[in-house]
């Protein structure tokens, strides 16, 4: 049996639900089982960012439109040598404002991954207008040509095509567009040179997933980490396939009441609705399947946790001493994103900090800029920057150290799936103070016992409660030791044993 697991993409703000399908990764490889995560939205820098969070994985990734274009097994080469090798005798290159002119006033650009490979060339007129870029996959090659034109009021540039190209540099891939922007074709020569037509990428990702199948030549266990209804819906098909079986994740599924006269909304409606369709559906915890059966049939309904511990985990929680945390320190990591309501926690803390002065936050994380500028001012405003900081994006290491360095960890979000966050908090010794909501975290935290649940949207006791622990840091201590339960709960042995009784009955 091969697995294949379906992401969106990747980049460096690592969300949640890709950080849950390396974890998903990684169990199944220790299992012997070859498996292959893709990329289904195309960005030039998936395959970069995959490498630069996951460096000893890379092998196992690939992007949808290297099976396309026959890309799947490249060697590394090195890309800027050959582009300047081809120019220079045409253009002077000043490397340090990475352009290239020639003698008649063309000229290029071009910008470099963050490790420094070639990334793209931007061909320009001497009129300063674009009018073709040159996109280098991470590994070095040519991969994409993309082609512009001048705007019916012939004030901007749009791009009019994109072509991708195979290992003979040939054209095998070409995304044609309207002029605001959405795709008016898709033209794909396959291996056979049969041209083939496509006006949505949804019927193009279902013709790669199926080329992709036949290629494995075995069983392929396929799951989707996907999240519009619209393509889940069109992948469908794949599960009738004789060697596929089609199973779809439900990171962050919302069942709830909307407002009087308005239909049940459900998050993954598509799948949930039409359970039948799929050889099953994952839900990340007991709550949501609930919730979920009231829909979907329950021979097809798993639930599975995202994530696990092993023994080296067990080895870094056991070593973690109380005594060596940060004196004080509260922790976030969230995307900046209104759902995750950062701003309560802000302001939990600036209350909590006039009494327990040694209580200090750390917010790590990225994403939407006026979230962030909404957070600053907040902090601005309370001149709360001595003990309140917006700390950015950091890598997975990093992150786990301020975890375990930490003294508490906050969760104020509106609704989770089952928040990675925890795992890496319990993994730290680190208890959580948390809203009480769907879905997650009570999944992990149980009340007084490794941390706090509180009522939703209660910023008042949040900041009550935090100067509470912070002024008997005994009862800190205390949820700390606790957490070693949800590293048995959740042990590897616990997890893949689930795995294996999904594959048993979806291939029986």
Known sequence: ???????????????????????????????????TIISADYYLTNRYYFHYHFPELSQHFLDLHDILTGNIERDEVDAWLQFYEENSAFYSFDTNKKIATAQNGVYLRWHNYDDDRLMSVHHYSKSNKLLRSDEYDWRGYLAVRVYYAAKPNGDQSYVVSREHLNPDGQTVLTYHFTSDSQIRRIDWKNSAG?????NQKNDLLVAALKYYSMLIGDEVLMILDLFHSD???????????????LIVQLHNIQVKNTPEGSPTRIGYSYPVLNSEKYS??????????????????????????????????VATH???????????????????????QIDHAIKAVITAHERTSNIHLEIWGGGNDNVQKELQQIIDTHQANEYI?????????????RFAQAQLHVLVSKNEGLPMVFFEA?????????????????????????????????????????IELFQNSGTLEHYSENSSQTLIKFCEEAIWQKWENLIKQVFR
């Open 194 to 198: 049969q041209t083939k037509y496509f």
């Open 426 to 466: 319990q993994l730290g010794k680190t208890p959580s103070i948390s809203y009480d909501i769907d879905y997650g975290p009570s999944e992990i935290i149980t009340n007084r016992v490794n941390g706090d649940l509180i009522a939703a949207n209660d910023i008042t006791y949040l900041s009550s409660r935090m």
């Open 1 to 35: 049996m091969h697995a294949v697991f379906v992401n969106t993409f990747y980049a460096h703000n690592l969300s949640g639900a890709s950080f849950a399908v390396d974890r998903r990764l990684q169990l199944f490889l220790r299992h012997k089982i070859e498996t």
């Open 280 to 313: 099953g559906l994952i839900v990340l915890t007991e709550h949501q399947r609930q919730d979920v059966l009231a829909f979907a049939d329950p021979d097809r309904v798993f639930t599975i946790a995202e994530n696990w511990y092993d023994e080296h985990d």
């Open 389 to 401: 900081k917006l700390m950015g994006i950091t890598d997975n290491q990093h992150m786990k150290y």
């Open 318 to 340: 056991d070593a973690i001493k109380w005594s060596d945390k940060e004196d004080g320190l509260v922790i976030i990591s969230a995307r900046y994103d209104k759902t995750k």
């Open 231 to 245: 393509t889940i819906a069109k992948l469908q098909s794949l599960n009738t396939l004789d060697n596929l079986c």
